[in-house]
């Protein structure tokens, strides 16, 4: 059974910075790159980040991914955050290993972790 589990979200100021952590289960986790999206109240899921299998990641300016194979988890480091990024985080996992900006890409998904930033 594939799971993926988010963890790290919650309520900071604008300003501070938080580390999301997601652990795959139930499939190569190494094969599949990863991403991150988000999705705000009526708005549409948006493309955060991605890091292939091999490791090549896309910044996407305050924010970071990464990847520990060894550990199943991928990480969105979150710097300087505004209000703007308050959203429910979503990571998932893709076959195609370059990373792709389409949630449609991706086969499986998280259940999503909320993060809020207080002005």
């Known amino acids: 059974q594939v799971q993926l589990v988010e963890s790290g979200g919650g309520l900071v100021q604008a300003g501070a910075s938080l580390r999301l952590s997601c652990e795959g289960s139930g499939f190569t986790f190494s094969s599949y790159a990863m991403g991150w999206f988000r999705q705000a109240p009526e708005k549409e899921r948006e493309f955060v980040a991605a890091?292939?299998?091999y490791n090549v990641d896309s910044v996407k300016g305050r924010f970071t991914i990464s990847r520990d194979n060894a550990e199943n988890t991928v990480y969105l480091q979150m710097n300087s955050l505004k209000p703007e990024d308050t959203a429910v985080y979503y990571c998932a996992a893709s076959r195609k290993n370059w990373g792709p900006p389409n949630a449609l890409d991706y086969e499986y998904w998280g259940q999503g972790t909320q993060v809020t930033v207080s002005s």
């Open positions: 890091i292939t299998t």
